[in-house]
């Protein structure tokens, strides 16, 4: 069932077209001039319009004209009423107007008529259901982009997006990777997290990790640091990878120590250990079914030495990110022996001030 605006300032004609739609199943309104079909339309909403060309007050032109200047309104089909097919008609249906109807109490013009008002109806469904489609796709792909903003670089995504756009179906998606001369590479991990995850309920330390989690990215973003991932408890970030940064180095021990801070003050209140190092690294897209975006290189593997042989609760540099600030932090000198590097200086920062 439709619902229908008969336009006509002629009752006899009203009744008559009326008469025809609800045979059909159809509500019908009515309207005897343009200005109180317009007062109807504001009210509620229509399928189809049944407009005659020839009424007082406001004429079939006119109501026309105002249906089409409003986007809401433009989108329901007008059918125009006419004494026969004259110029206006012509002039109407090259306007937009759906299609006309010959006033007339011949059956035969009277089944034309219902002919008509049914195809028009089909019509506007079929293009109701077009666009429902065409805006859950839109949704669908903006939510294939949020997505894809979540889990890589933007600049990453602006090559993904065509790469999946024009990728056939057994075409493996590459995306050029990059070497960066000189990041900062940071590693945070929590201190005795195993313990803690074998002791408690798992729904209490997903919810204590992704309440961490979330902090770490928004404190990153706000540091202009970029995340690029999460390894069970350990969270990698980088300074100066994909943006220009100054001291890249010291940006990344702000926001480390924001980020111990957030630890510190969230239950169950984790202590955190950082390692942070310079240098070059490699960037790039690995895997043909689940994609990840990552970094390789020296520089990684140091950061991740320097993290788990550093100080708990304190940001540990290695001695290429220790040049970078050096007089900026005060730091403790703390000489290990790293796995798959040898002998190495850390130093452990003791003061947060930025300045010595």
Known sequence: MARVLIADDNPIDRKMLAADLEQLGHEVCYAADGQEALAQLRREPFDLVVLDMHMPVMDGAETFEQMQKNPQWRQIPVLILSAGEGRDVVDFIARGAEDYLVKSSDPSVRALLKARVTNCLQKKHLRDSRDRDLQRLKHEQQNVIWLLNALFPY???????????????????SIEPQRYHSAAVMFCDIVDFTAFCEAQDPRMVVGHLQELVSAFERIVDECGLEKIKTIGDSFLATAGLRTFMENPVGAAVECAWRLQAAARERPPHWTLRVGIDFGPVVAGI???RKFQYDIWGRTVNMAARVESEGLNGRVNLSESAWNQVAELYEAEIVSRVLKGVGPQTIYALVNQTGTR
């Open 155 to 173: 600049d990453v995504v602006q090559q993904l997006l065509p790469a999946l756009r024009d990728r056939q179906e057994t075409q493996r998606i």
């Open 286 to 288: 690995v895997g043909s």
